[in-house]
């Protein structure tokens, strides 16, 4: 999960710590305060976060004050970063940083503003998947913006047994595109694929359900914005059956929903939580960056 030894010595080093504090939060993730991730941290500090990160899926990171270069350093103490496809929403002089926003400048949009409007695990429809996400606040609007996540080692944990002896054993095909269209027609926020870009993001199969390669623990890895068949299946039965799995993954029981406050920064793992943007009123602005940390192929659990 950690990048590599060259890497960690680059961004951590032996100051003195932070007397931070982690917070279980309910159903899903915990709060970490009293931390400063604009300072280096320590070796011993890294760890902590690190395990944190592992023992709860989600870190929620209060009052931060960081700079674009300062998010990015962080996010690589966890491993090399990937570049979102939509290359047309870096943030200037930092291709690391997806900008998600609904701000619009000389009618042109500033970021990719309906992400998240399906649950889903980014990049997911990667030959390698995403270890985890870095979403920083940077503009919050009055009203919305809430963003909910589902902890997929639960669903699994919880998922009936028919369901279970349904999916285990078999793969699905993950594809960008699956709700690509539908976005397209719903907003403008969603522009037109070059040649490319769909070269970048050609389907890709992965199991249905995973082991964690830290944890060991299986996980479902599937999700309704990029999973669109489970192999071996005929359509309507993978329909029925995805459906089945969409539907108990996103119980209650298995949600956390985040309400941001002003620069918070959300850290979460893609292995075993999927996310859904709840939405945010159009004439209210608001604007966050996202890093996104390569993980390694899925194992089959």
């Known amino acids: 999960m950690a990048a590599s030894l060259k890497t960690i010595n680059d961004l951590v080093n032996d100051e003195i710590g932070q ?13 970490i305060t009293h931390i400063d991730l604009s300072r280096v941290l320590n070796h011993k500090d890294f760890l902590r976060v690190k395990q944190a990160f592992l023992d709860h899926h989600l870190l929620v990171f209060r009052e931060q004050d960081i700079t674009p270069q300062q998010h990015i350093n962080f996010s690589r103490l966890f491993g090399p970063l990937q570049i979102h496809v939509l290359n047309q929403f870096q943030l200037q002089g930092y291709p690391e940083i997806l900008i998600i926003s609904n701000i619009k400048e000389n009618n042109n949009p500033i970021g ?20 985890g996400s870095l979403l920083y606040a940077r503009q919050l609007p009055e009203e919305g913006g809430d963003t909910h996540f589902a902890d997929m080692h639960l ?3 919880t998922l009936p047994a028919h369901l279970k002896n349904a999916v285990e054993g078999r793969q699905a095909e993950h594809t960008y595109i699956k709700k690509y269209a539908e976005l397209q027609a719903r907003s403008s926020w969603r522009p037109k694929l070059t040649a490319a870009q769909l070269e970048e993001v050609k389907p890709v199969v992965h199991p249905v359900v995973t082991r964690h390669p830290d944890t060991g623990l299986n996980t479902l890895f599937v999700n309704e914005n990029f999973t669109s068949r489970i192999i071996g299946l005929p359509q309507d039965e993978s329909d029925d059956l995805l459906v089945q799995l969409f539907a108990h993954s996103i119980k209650p029981q298995n949600v956390y ?26 004439h209210l602005p608001r604007k966050m ?7 390694t192929s899925p194992l089959a659990a």
Not at 19 to 31: C, D, K, M, R
């Open 19 to 31: 007397s931070f504090t982690v917070n279980a939060l309910p159903a899903l993730g915990a709060e």
């Open 112 to 131: 990719l503003g309906d992400a998240g409007a399906f649950w889903h695990s980014d990049l997911s429809y990667k030959e390698i998947p995403s270890l």
């Open 155 to 157: 669903a699994w944990q």
């Open 257 to 282: 929903v985040h309400k941001w406050q002003d620069n918070d920064l959300v850290f979460w793992d893609n292995r075993s939580v999927i996310h859904l943007a709840a939405g945010t009123p159009d």
């Open 289 to 295: 960056y996202r890093t996104t940390v390569e993980g």
